[in-house]
C-alpha cells in the first residue's frame, strides 16, 4: 500500500531544545506549538461539542481517533499558515492524504503530510520544518492519547519548486495520483481574504 511517509520518522528522544533561532530568523519553542494545539483543539471543540475543550481532551485521552483526527485537520491550517507567514519563498502549501484502493482515506493515520512549493528550495526552512516537528510532537504527546503510534508525531513537510511541478519531478505530488489525494491549503492570496498577518 502506498505510503506518504518519505521524509524521515517521527522524533522519539527527549526533547532538548528549549529555544531555537534558525537561519530564517524565526524563534521556535514549545509554548509555539503547545498554542497551535490549543487553538486546534478549540476549533475541534466548537465542531463536536459546542465549544467544550474538556470532552475533546477527555476523548483523546480516551483514544477516540475520530476526535484525534479532527484536531490533526485543524493542525493542517495552523501549520500552513504559520509557514507561509514566516517562508517568504513559499507560493503554497498542499496537504496530501493516503488513500485506499476505494478511494477512501485510511483510518488511524493522523500524520501530518504537507508539500510546499517554493520559489527555491531552502536548507534554513528544512531546518525550521524538522524544527517545528520536534516541538509539535511533544506538544501532542502531551494530550496523552493512548493508542498514539509513530505517525501520529509525523509531520513531513516537502518542497518543490516550479521545474518540480512543470516536469512532473521528485516530491512534486501535487501531480494526480489514485493514491494520493492533494488539497491547496495556504497561499498567499487566500491568507489575505482570511485576515492572516503578513509575512515576517
Not at 507560493?91 to 492524504?97: A, L, M, Q, T, V
Not at 488513500?99 to 528550495?121: F, M, T
Amino acid at each position: 500500500m502506498p505510503s506518504l511517509r518519505i521524509h524521515g520518522l517521527a522524533k522519539t528522544g527527549p526533547l532538548t531544545e528549549v529555544n531555537i533561532k534558525h537561519p530564517m530568523g524565526v524563534q521556535i519553542d514549545q509554548d509555539l506549538t503547545d498554542k497551535m494545539v490549543e487553538r486546534a483543539i478549540a476549533a475541534c471543540a466548537n465542531t463536536h461539542f459546542a465549544g467544550d475543550e474538556h470532552r475533546v481532551r477527555q476523548a483523546l485521552i480516551r483514544g477516540q481517533c475520530e476526535h484525534c483526527i479532527c484536531v490533526t485537520d485543524a493542525l493542517v491550517g495552523e501549520i500552513s499558515a504559520y509557514l507561509g507567514e514566516v517562508a517568504g519563498s513559499i507560493k503554497s502549501i498542499h496537504r496530501c492524504e493516503v488513500l485506499d484502493k476505494e478511494q477512501a482515506l485510511i483510518p488511524g493515520h493522523s500524520g501530518i503530510h504537507l508539500v510546499a512549493w517554493v520559489e527555491r528550495k531552502s536548507a534554513a526552512l528544512r531546518a525550521l520544518t524538522d524544527t517545528l516537528e520536534k516541538f509539535l510532537a511533544e506538544s501532542k504527546r502531551k494530550l496523552g492519547c493512548p493508542k498514539a503510534s509513530p505517525d501520529c508525531f509525523t509531520l513531513d513537510v516537502e518542497m518543490v519548486d516550479d521545474h518540480d511541478v512543470q516536469e512532473g519531478r521528485g516530491f512534486g505530488l501535487l501531480i494526480p495520483n489514485e493514491y494520493m489525494r492533494s488539497t491547496e491549503i495556504w497561499t498567499p492570496g487566500l491568507a489575505a481574504r482570511e485576515g492572516t498577518p503578513p509575512r515576517l
